[in-house]
Structures are given as structure tokens and as C-alpha cells.
């Protein structure tokens, strides 16, 4: 059974940054294609930024050039660096982890971005 627990979230003004973290309880976690999702007040969940097995980054036009996904393997861990936050950012952000159809969620962390 797959376990994701991020941390990392909190409260910001806008410009400033914010480091997620998703630690996996998984035992192949190099294997599952990461993602980060967000859900801000009444809007549906949206895909952030994902990374593959093998590395590839992928970014929603919102948050390119200002995101960065990445993970360390040996730690079973999953990254967001955020940067230039804008209240745009406020969410809830999610971690999820999938392989072979097969798609589990972290609890979820707030970010707000407000002055």
C-alpha cells in the first residue's frame, strides 16, 4: 500500500518561495511517474508539474519557469520548488504517485500567498 505525506506548506507573500516535500512509503518508488496537483476554493484539482521514472519534467503554463519538480530516489522523496509566488498559488497541493494504472494521493498541504 502506497503512503504519501507532504510537508513543507505554509504561509507567504506573494514573491516569495516555498519547498514542498512528499516522502513515499513505496518500496519501487523509482519506478512511479510523481506528480504535484493543487485544488484552490471552489476550482477542480489541476495537474502542477509531474516527473517520470526516467526523469522528464512536465509544468502547467501557470507555474513554468517558476516551479521545479524533481525527486531523490534514494530518500523516496518528491519535491516543489516554488518561486515568485502569487496569490494565484493559494491551494491546497497534493502529491501523487502512479504506476501501471494505478494512481495513490497524499493528505494534501496549504499554501496561501497573501500580504
Known amino acids: 500500500q502506497v503512503q504519501l505525506v507532504e510537508s513543507g506548506g505554509g504561509l507567504v507573500q506573494p514573491g516569495g518561495s516555498l519547498r514542498l516535500s512528499c516522502v513515499a512509503s513505496?518500496?519501487?518508488?523509482?519506478?512511479?511517474?510523481m506528480k504535484w496537483y493543487r485544488q484552490a476554493p471552489g476550482n477542480q484539482r489541476e495537474l502542477v508539474a509531474a516527473?517520470?521514472?526516467?526523469?522528464?519534467?512536465t509544468y502547467a503554463d501557470s507555474v513554468k519557469g517558476r516551479f521545479t519538480i524533481s525527486r531523490d530516489n534514494a530518500k523516496n522523496t518528491l519535491y516543489l520548488q516554488m518561486n515568485s509566488l502569487t496569490p494565484e498559488d493559494t491551494a491546497v497541493y497534493y502529491c501523487?504517485?502512479?504506476?501501471?494504472?494505478?494512481?495513490?494521493w497524499g493528505q494534501g498541504t496549504q499554501v496561501t500567498v497573501s500580504s
Open positions: 501523487n504517485a502512479e504506476h501501471s494504472g494505478a494512481s495513490s
Open positions: 513505496i518500496k519501487w518508488f523509482s519506478v512511479f511517474t
Open positions: 516527473i517520470s521514472r526516467l526523469g522528464s519534467t
